[in-house]
């Protein structure tokens, strides 16, 4: 029996959903890699962070201004200036006076100063953005504790009052590109196990069809050579009397004649 061949090309729906889980799955890739970098690592450094109860010391506003950028449209950019505020608290991790800062952003903005307030053209806005805040923890938080975030490692003399990140920045760097890598996968293999699927089913059609058709061929074959068997045509004549004796057998009465001699 031939060999049976089967035609492995994948339809234009196949190939396309085929293009589309390799793209999901790039996309996981590269999304992991750039939020891994981006966000992650930051979260990891905040998350290390300790919470500890502090209690402000001190208020303090020098007399040193700093520099802000602001801007006013797609091509307009400017510098102002706002007044340093600095929150001294007593943690109780450590049991030792640090600077308060908001978060670990403007931490990173103004090391010297607690809060950096959104730049704004005018200089009389920064500095009235400055002392409500000098205000609030001068006036109420003074003389209660609250919860504030100390890292030994990193910053023995800095504190934060919150986290710029937390376990949910965490859920989304990892969650949605294992989403996307997952969904991609599935999609690749989806596609290929239904190919392969198609593939064998028409395997064993063809099989099933040539198969058929030797059954076919065989019994043509085998009434064509019953017809012809010279065995069977003897069995034949040998059940029919008239055919099987060579000559007919005379009646009782019957004289033979002779035949003349031919006169020369």
């Given at each position: 029996m031939a060999k049976i061949r089967v035609s492995y090309e994948y339809s234009e729906a196949e190939d396309k959903s085929i293009r589309l889980g390799l793209f999901l799955i790039a996309c996981g890739i590269l999304s992991l890699f750039?939020?891994?970098?981006?966000?992650?690592?930051?979260?990891l450094q905040?998350?290390?962070?300790k919470p500890a109860n502090c209690t402000?010391?001190?208020?303090?506003?020098?007399?040193?201004?700093f520099e802000c950028v602001f801007t006013c449209g797609a091509d307009c950019k400017g510098t102002s200036l706002y007044p340093c505020?600095?929150?001294f608290v007593n943690n109780s991790e450590s049991n030792s006076v640090a600077l308060l800062h908001f978060d670990?952003?403007?931490?990173?903005?103004?090391?010297?100063?607690?809060?950096?307030?959104?730049c704004e053209r005018d200089n009389q806005k920064n500095?009235?953005?400055?002392?409500?805040?000098?205000?609030?923890?001068t006036k109420e938080v003074s003389s209660q504790s609250f919860t504030c975030f100390f890292n030994q490692q990193r910053r023995p003399d800095d504190v934060l009052w919150r986290r710029s990140h937390d376990t949910s920045v965490l859920l989304h760097c990892v969650l949605w590109p294992m989403v996307s890598l997952l969904l991609g996968?599935?999609?690749?293999?989806?596609?290929?196990?239904?190919?392969s699927l198609a593939v064998r089913a028409e395997a064993l059609q063809k099989r099933k069809f040539?198969?058929?058709?030797?059954?076919?061929?065989?019994?043509?074959?085998?009434?064509?050579?019953?017809?012809?068997?010279?065995?069977?045509?003897?069995?034949?004549?040998?059940?029919?009397?008239?055919?099987?004796s060579p000559t007919r057998t005379l009646p009782l009465f019957a004289v033979p004649v002779r035949r003349r001699d031919r006169e020369h």
């Open positions: 750039i939020l891994g970098f981006c966000w992650l690592s930051p979260t905040s998350l290390q962070s402000v010391v001190s208020v303090l506003r020098p007399e040193e201004m505020l600095q929150i670990e952003q403007q931490l990173v903005l103004n090391p010297k100063c607690s809060y950096v307030p959104p500095r009235d953005s400055v002392l409500w805040w000098e205000d609030y923890f996968t599935l999609i690749v293999l989806l596609t290929v196990c239904a190919r040539s198969y058929e058709v030797c059954q076919d061929m065989g019994a043509s074959d085998r009434r064509g050579n019953k017809a012809t068997d010279p065995l069977v045509a003897r069995d034949q004549s040998n059940s029919d009397p008239e055919l099987s």
